[in-house]
């Protein structure tokens, strides 16, 4: 299905811009530049270091958050070249996507927002991530943070959730009520395929499921476990198993594109305006797929994340993390210069969060032991 949505690729000379003016550049368009910009932020290398689902403790051999982002990346740019859509756009929202998560993955999110709570905000990672491009990163004399394209900031904060007037004026401008383009909502279920198939290959390694479990469990998992045993009598375990995994992958990035397109073409879109006031999101898996989906998310919580293995991880770093936002809430002083110049501006437990979620994990922990031994 050579460029099958190619009417709702969005086009790059059509974009509003950025918030301070810049001249073009002689060989890249403005998404391109958006991808390099992400690319040189400290935000994104720091993912190096920010823990995917297992800690760096256990192995050096699972995915952290920067594998994970290549992953989406490269899994998100397949759709789009398939389907006919912006590759530069889809490919810097994936590169983006996770930037604005704090240590401990999806434990130190819970936790850090439920510290917010006391004080009647939230922390969403997505929202930080565009505080993180507008303000945090400086790497420009002439503007604050990067200076990121308005369709790239909009997929930074909307690529996973629509946006509603009720989720502030501070948002209206990223047109809330209206959907993002299917560049950015691809973002969300190559994300979704993406760790999925990567935690059953951790776990796998990790010896917290085997071929029985995943069989039992998972229908597709045992008709391809079969075939391949039929196909590849004397391959051992771990080559079957790998076979089997490449398999599913390709299933469900197949089932991301012959969904979307007979959702978009369903639906009549002839435009990316349509897309955008479509009463829901056109980006999404087949029926079949779906299952699938649902069948590998089940085994996962039942089987892996809710392992003794990782509660226990995650029952101590977010006491950890509860610790270290006491500490600095009881007394902001104690927080570095550069953060204390921003309680004249912000709450202080504004200013905390911003600090404690933009550590990685190898730093949260330095820092824990010089505060507390």
């Excluded at 059509?14 to 391109?32: D, L, T």
């Excluded at 991808?35 to 256990?58: G, Y």
């Excluded at 699938?292 to 950890?320: D, I, P």
């Amino acid at each position: 299905m050579p460029a099958a949505l190619a009417l709702l690729r969005f086009p790059v000379e059509q974009s509003r811009g950025r918030r301070y003016p810049e001249s073009r550049h002689p060989y890249r368009n403005e998404f391109q530049r958006d991808r390099d910009r992400v690319i040189h932020a400290r935000a994104f290398r720091r993912l190096e270091n920010k823990t995917q689902v297992f800690p760096a403790s256990l192995s050096d051999h699972f995915r952290n958050r920067l594998t994970h982002t290549i992953e989406v990346s490269q899994l998100s740019r397949t759709v789009a070249v398939v389907l006919g859509l912006d590759e530069s756009l889809v490919e810097v929202l994936a590169l983006a996507h996770d930037i604005g998560h704090p240590p401990f993955a999806h434990a130190g999110e819970e936790e850090l927002d439920r510290q917010m709570q006391r004080f009647g905000a939230r922390f969403d990672h997505n929202r930080h991530a565009l505080r993180i491009v507008e303000t945090f990163e400086q790497r420009y004399a002439r503007f604050p943070g990067l200076n990121l394209t308005f369709e790239v900031r909009e997929g930074i904060l909307k690529h996973s959730k629509d946006l509603s007037p009720a989720d502030g004026r501070e948002f209206d401008e990223y047109l809330p009520g209206l959907r993002p383009p299917l560049e950015a909502q691809i973002i969300d279920l190559a994300d979704e395929i993406a760790y999925n198939t990567a935690d059953l290959d951790d776990a796998w390694s990790a010896g917290l499921v085997d071929a029985d479990s995943a069989c039992s469990a998972i229908e597709e998992f045992a008709a391809l476990w079969e075939r391949e045993a039929t196909q590849f009598p004397g391959a051992t375990e771990r080559e079957r198993f790998y076979e089997v995994l490449r398999q599913l992958v390709d299933a469900l990035v197949t089932g991301l594109i012959e969904g979307t397109r007979e959702a978009s073409l369903a639906a009549g879109a002839g435009s990316v305006e349509e897309v955008r006031s479509h009463p829901v999101r056109l980006v999404r898996l087949t029926e079949e797929t779906q299952r699938l989906n649902r069948g590998l998310k089940h085994f996962l919580h039942k089987m892996v994340y809710g392992s003794e293995t990782l509660l226990a991880e995650r029952r101590a770093s977010t006491a950890r993390i509860a610790q270290m936002f006491t500490y600095f809430m009881d007394d902001p002083e104690r927080l570095p210069e550069s953060y204390r110049e921003g309680l004249s501006e912000q709450p202080a437990h504004r200013i905390v969060c911003d600090y404690v979620a933009g550590m990685t994990d190898r730093y949260f922990e330095k820092t824990y032991r010089e505060l507390f031994g």
